[in-house]
């Protein structure tokens, strides 16, 4: 009996032994440049039968920055071992990473992995866009609770591989709300082949939160045949700190009602300019740009007297980045009349500041005639019946005596209305002009001495021409002399800009070309005789014609 | 210098007095609600004494507790015009503007700009600095001596004083071009005609721009921006009579 016991305790003990699983893990290669992809193999060795692991993908959390995902598993029905094979990417930063333990569930029995440490070293060498990545497409900035924020995450190809397709786009972002606008698109040609998501995220509360996303592209080699089976799959995530702040409240106008971007009013439209009074239009402003265009409120446009205005519907598609906002106007009046401004704040996440967008009103002639009476609403239609009305309680209490003396006893009439006030001033005006004309004039004068000199020469010509012709009617051939010569003397002095008394007949030669010497002789004797010899001067033929002659002439000169 | 001091101090002193002063009966009529007898005595000392911007905003008072608001907003205007910072008569054109149904132009930045002077300062400073400006380019020249650093530092002076002056004219121009409608329930009308068509509705105490006169009619544009025309009896410049007009009273022959 105690040897059975013993040996069944071995049994039991050997047994025992037996049942320890054997789990063994390599990551191909074992060291990766940042980014680089690798492949994990987990190899389980169990004493029971094993089957397929179930929900690996939930037991094992990668560490951040790393993708890795259940890329298929070995299990044959009938053994007891087990293999899964992971692709993965290693994280962008330089380190060691470990996928801390978990645990495989298969059919029969859990079995616990351990530790997986995966080294990351800027020493391996490693080309980057020889492989297939995912790139996240997102602004790094603070973004705004109701903003609406345009994604992408680009599935580029590289030189050996090209992207295929992609497919399990999970996202894990609190905080915000993600919609997918557009899968599997191709990239722009200048990012080379391959694939483009775009999505919309939308922050609805304020602080920091993480955005995650993950999902899973399919790869082929270049360089595998057409026809070839060379397809595997490449996990890609993200995981972002995204700062939320709510629009500011400082400087935030009244009429913002939530957009939030970079607008621009377009245009404004009328589905007719030429309307008759109660004849409906259509009103389209057009607005464009990026931001929550399809969160806006439509702008409450009042009516008037002007225009009945309803709310409308756009039944045309929208455009991407560009918004319609459709009113009914029932004008009300004829007239050129123009529609009611549109008008409302933005808030721009960019430049932090807001501003206002402004559809211009356009001019509409209103035809027909206007109706016998417009009735105004302007009561209250909330207000009780038989309420009295509203004290006028806005007043200032009056001060009659502010203001200082000097303002007592104003003109009827303004300043700008006295004759008095502009009749004195153009006197003033017309004043300084006068003697700013004299002073110029007395200048000129000044600076041009010959034009008094001449004015003077032919003032006494003129009195000499009087004078001699009354010396010549009494005879006086001596007064005549005196005044003829003292005239030729005076008019050649100041054609010659010398001195009188010093003019003698070569002078008046020179200043008049051809008149006869003896004449002047005469003149002279007969002038200035008396004043050497008593009776000098007096023989000759009288001349007083020509003589005449010759100062009219040299009055024409001057 | 003893003797400007005491002048000085006496003027003060009469100054002082002055803000001591007993209550004047229209106003304790005013207090008690008497608004008629306020608008009656205030009235006959804006005609024995002349208008002060006070006087005219308390009568402006007075004239919309009695529910005239056509003669109210223009003893307001014409106040502003006297003193474009009156309290009084800011804080009833804005009442009447908030609560009395009343409309008045938004001002443009040139009238904005005007509102800190009075039209007849404006007019006499720009009038000052152009004299100040002419005489200092002319007489240098009519003495035929070159400027001095003083003259020119004063020509510059006084030709951006007169540059800075022009849009205080513009606005004191377009300010005192307005009018208050006086009669209740006016139409706009498209023509200066007798059976001109009606275009829009006015109010007493509304506030236009005019334009020209024709044919007994004068060109408004409204707050609203509306164009028409109103007889020249229906509305009332602001820049007038220092009291507003009977309108009731017949015009002598």
Known sequence: MRRFLASTVLLLLGLLARAEDRVSWEITP????????????????????????????????????????????????????????????????????????????????????????????????????????????????????????????????????????????????????????????????????????????????????????????????????????????????????????????????????????????????????????????????????????????PPEIPGNESWDVLPATERRRQAEEQRFFVYTLVPRLPGKLLTPALRFSTFDPLTKQFSRIEFKPIEVTVTGNAPAQVDLVTA?????????????????????????????????????????????????????????????????????????????????IRSALLEAASARRRGDRHAFAQSAVRALQVGAAALLDAEEAAMTQGDLERVLPGVPRPLLDELFARAYGNRFAEGAGEAGLPREDETLELLRRLQSLL | MRSFACLFLCWMASLGAAEDRAISPAEIAYQKGDYATAVEQWSDEARQNGVSS????????????????????????????????????????????????????????????ASFLTEDTWLILATTCFWVATLCIIVPRLRRRAASEWNHRTRVLALTLLVLCIPGLWGGRSLSARAVVRKVEVSLRLTPTLFGEPLNGVTEGDVVRTGRPLNGHVRVTTADGKTGWLRTGEIELIRGATLPADLDQKAAP
């Open chain 2, 54 to 113: 006070g006087l005219l905003s308390a009568l402006g008072n007075a004239e919309w507790r009695l529910g005239r608001k056509g003669r109210a907003m223009v003893c307001w205007e014409r106040a502003l015009l006297l003193d474009p910072r009156d309290p009084v008569a800011l804080a009833g054109i804005r009442h009447a503007l908030a609560a009395g149904g009343t409309e008045r132009p938004a001002p443009t930045w040139a009238e904005t700009y």
């Open chain 1, 30 to 297: 074992r060291v990766t440049a940042p980014g680089q992809p690798f492949r994990l193999q987990i190899m389980v060795e169990s004493d029971v039968l094993l089957g397929g692991a179930q929900q690996v993908d939930r037991e094992i959390r990668p560490p951040r920055g790393m993708a890795l995902r259940l890329s298929g598993q070995l299990v044959r029905p009938d053994s007891n071992e087990a293999t899964l094979n992971f692709s993965g990417v290693a994280p962008d930063q330089e380190g060691e990473y470990v996928i801390p333990a978990f645990t495989l569930r298969f059919a029969r029995k859990l079995i616990p992995v351990t530790p997986i440490k995966l080294i990351v070293s800027n020493s391996v060498a490693y080309q980057r866009t020889a492989q297939a990545r995912a790139e996240l497409v997102l602004p790094e900035r603070t973004f705004y609770v109701g903003e609406l924020i345009r994604g992408a995450i680009h599935l580029r190809g590289g030189d050996d591989e090209s992207v295929v397709a992609s497919f399990g786009l999970e996202s894990i972002a609190e905080g915000f709300t993600l919609a997918v606008t557009a899968d599997r698109q191709p990239l722009p040609a200048k990012l080379g082949q391959g694939m483009r998501t775009s999505f919309e995220l939308t922050p609805i509360r304020e602080g920091t939160s993480e955005l995650s996303l993950r999902g899973t592209m399919l790869i082929q080699n270049t360089d595998t045949p057409a026809f070839g089976n060379g397809n595997r799959d490449r996990p890609f995530t993200f995981r972002r700190k995204l700062v939320v702040e709510h629009v500011p409240e400082r400087g935030r106008p009244a009429d913002w009602t939530g957009a939030i971007g970079a607008f621009s009013a377009e245009a404004v439209q009328v589905s007719k300019d030429r309307p008759e009074v109660g004849e409906p239009i259509r009103l389209r402003a057009i607005l464009t740009g990026t931001g929550n265009l399809d969160r806006l409120i």
């Open chain 1, 380 to 460: 209250d239609p909330a207000a009780p019946v038989g309420a009295k009305p509203q004290v006028a309680a806005g007043l200032a209490a009056p001060a009659p005596q502010r203001g200082t003396p000097i303002f007592r006893g104003v003109p009827t009439l303004s300043l700008a209305s006295s004759g008095a006030f502009w009749s004195g001033n153009g006197l003033l005006l017309a004043g300084l002009l006068v003697l700013t004309g004299g002073v110029l004039y007395l200048g000129y004068l000044a600076a041009h001495p010959e034009i008094r000199r001449r004015r003077r020469a032919r003032s006494i």
